[in-house]
């Protein structure tokens, strides 16, 4: 178990366990590790690799991990106890916003070019188009198409949803939504199992490098910023060892300031690659670091400078707006009824004020971020105070709402 | 279903011994309608097929993640909960965790009978993680023999001294280095390897 009662400096380093899933937003986190900046702060950190989210999960509620890279979604839902277990988690710091990617086969991709009216990188075309697929695949009685997803309560499961629900197809009912891990993604495009799926860097870059799959979209064209992964800790554990995760979140600032310095790249990337952290090529990595992505097997390139933000931009402090967005989608599509006190409840999960107390207030904050924090591609902007009213107009949705 | 119903455990495990460990743990503890599962594919059909009560899953199994969607979205599966969410056992989740298994029961069942499912899970988990361990420490203990004879006879053949005496040194050079036998003589052996090769 662990105690702060040593300042910095002094006596032994604090050993902790965190736990983390090898993808790319684990940047922050890895680097923190392997960079020396949290031995810096006297903390000795064993990272764990872990194969699962529901394991990553239950490690962290059962106070097996100190910490964890863990799913945005998953923090509120642990805290709102929906699907699981209650457990109070709190959300100091972003690991990463926005990132993942919409990889379809080489056929879907050739159908959808077929029934876009418009630029494809355009996600209102390419639902639109989705929609126009759909349709005559029903209306010559072929299987429902399939995507795949990484987890039940994800950004990527909500990603998917709000983007074909705003063409016209309706998750539930017009496609298969299924989970699938990560690293069997690629293997499930290339077997025929799935026509396209949601996930996090490198496996989209991977399945275009077989020549097997095209991205469609970076979800920053669907949403400009969504909470993707956040240093997730139990509200119990914050509440005995506010020192410890204060320096925990210095040791991630620092992290943090290496990984976006450009001059640092090539050593992140190594770090990154490394067997026992993601396990891919240095190269596949930088891809994502620099937001420029090959995303069709011809060679075509597609940059952005917000495909995946690992602090920059103000992204490493919570903003509670996006744990309320979260928490629409999840009444959206019917895993949380709507009420006060789970909205109050899932508010509270992100905490900025922690953040800032620790780091103090990031002096690049919103600078080009979307007026309502979220940015969506379609719909209204986003209010938080008006979860019903912002959800009433969509057709495609679930339950009593 | 009435309590009194055999209970039907699926085991989802890719490790064939462990499987058969569980396997005949749960046969012994007068449980019956057991079906074992080594690989994912097909999973929904599967559990559709034999509607367990209970599902016992391995931790190493990226597939944990696909099971709780369909627990959640499935309109065809009875809707199995994980075993946390009884939140006075924790002592048994811990257990549970430590040993590597999870498992998802469907609702409603008594807590007794579930208990013995999972108390006779971990003890068997366990009891192959100490097989694991002990075929290491022989397969290694094997090794190590092997690398002394070497040895021995190395020094018996250069020095012109029998077994004896040449395992007497060894173990002497090993006391005086604070190193174990082992090691002196994987160095030895080494160390030949490249002046002769």
Redesign the interface.
């Known amino acids: 178990m662990t105690t702060d009662l040593s300042p910095v400096g002094t006596g032994a380093p604090v050993p902790l366990k965190i736990g983390f899933i090898p993808l790319a937003d684990a940047a922050a986190l890895i680097v923190a590790v392997d960079k020396g900046f949290a031995r810096a702060q006297s903390l000795d950190v064993e990272l764990v690799r872990e194969?699962?989210?529901?394991?990553v999960r239950?490690?962290l509620?059962?106070g097996?991990f100190d910490a964890a890279h863990l799913l945005a979604p998953v923090a509120v839902a642990s805290s709102l106890g929906l699907?699981?277990?209650r457990v109070p988690i709190l959300a100091p710091f972003n690991l990463g916003l926005n990132g993942n990617a919409i990889t379809v086969t080489t056929a879907l991709h050739a159908a959808l070019r077929c029934e876009a009216q418009g630029d494809l990188a355009d996600p209102r075309v390419s639902a639109a188009a989705l929609a126009r697929v759909v349709a005559a695949r029903k209306r010559k009685g072929r299987d429902p198409l399939t995507f795949g997803m990484?987890?039940?309560y994800s950004t990527h499961n909500y990603q998917l949803r709000f983007w074909m629900a705003s063409g016209g197809v309706d998750p539930?009912e017009d496609i298969r939504?299924?989970?699938?891990?990560p690293?069997?993604m690629v293997e499930s495009i290339a077997n025929g199992h799935v026509d396209a799926f949601c996930v996090g860097a490198p496996w989209n870059s991977v399945a275009v490098d077989l020549g097997i799959a095209h991205i469609l979209h970076f979800v920053s064209e669907i949403l400009e910023r969504a909470a993707e992964k956040v240093l997730a800790v139990r509200s119990d554990w914050a509440g005995r060892h506010p020192e410890l995760l204060a320096r925990l979140l210095k040791a991630h600032a620092a992290a943090v300031a290496y990984v976006e310095d450009i001059a640092n790249r090539e050593d992140v990337c190594r770090i990154l690659a490394a067997p026992n952290r993601l396990g891919v090529a240095p190269e596949v990595i930088r891809r994502t670091l620099d937001g420029r992505l090959k995303v069709s097997p011809s060679g075509e390139l597609r940059a952005s400078d917000r495909y995946l933000l690992i602090g920059r931009k103000g992204a490493a402090r919570p903003d509670p707006v996006q744990a309320a967005w979260l928490y629409a989608q999840m009444i959206r599509w019917g895993?949380a009824p709507m009420s006060q006190d789970l909205l109050t409840a899932a508010l509270g999960v992100f905490r900025p004020d922690i953040y800032d107390d620790v780091l103090g207030a990031p002096s690049d904050r919103a600078a080009g971020a979307p007026a309502d924090g979220i940015g969506a591609f379609a719909g209204p902007p986003f209010d938080p105070h008006d979860i019903l009213g912002h959800l009433a107009p969509w057709r495609i949705k679930r339950g009593a709402i | 279903m009435t309590s009194e119903a055999p209970l039907k455990i699926l085991v989802i495990d890719e490790n064939p011994i462990r499987r058969a460990i569980l396997d005949a743990g749960l046969k012994d503890a007068g449980f019956t309608d057991i079906t074992l599962m080594g690989d994912t594919n097909g999973l929904l059909e599967r559990i559709y097929t034999v509607d367990p009560d209970v599902i016992i899953i391995d931790?190493?199994?990226?597939?944990?993640?696909?099971?709780?969607?369909?627990f959640?979205?499935s309109r065809i599966v009875r809707r199995p909960i994980?075993m946390?969410?009884d939140?006075s056992d924790?002592a048994t989740?811990?257990k549970a965790?430590d040993a590597g298994v999870?498992a998802y029961i469907v609702d409603g069942l008594k807590r007794e009978r579930v208990r013995a499912i999972l108390d006779m899970t971990i003890s068997r988990f366990g009891a192959f993680e100490r097989l694991r361990a002990e075929l290491e420490e022989t397969k290694s203990a094997l090794k190590e023999r092997k690398v002394i004879e070497k040895a021995k006879g190395i020094l018996m053949k250069r020095r012109g001294l029998d077994e004896e005496a040449a395992y007497a040194l060894l173990r002497r050079t090993a006391m005086s280095k604070g190193k174990r036998i082992g090691d002196i003589a994987d160095s030895l052996v080494s160390a030949i390897d490249l002046l002769e090769s």
């Not at chain 1, 939504?177 to 891990?181: D, E, H, K, Q």
């Open positions: 194969i699962s989210w529901s394991n239950d490690r509620n059962i097996q699907g699981h277990v990484t987890f039940p539930d939504l299924v989970v699938l891990p690293p069997y895993q | 931790l190493q199994n990226p597939s944990r993640d696909v099971l709780e969607q369909m959640q979205v994980a946390f969410v939140q924790r989740i811990e965790i999870s």
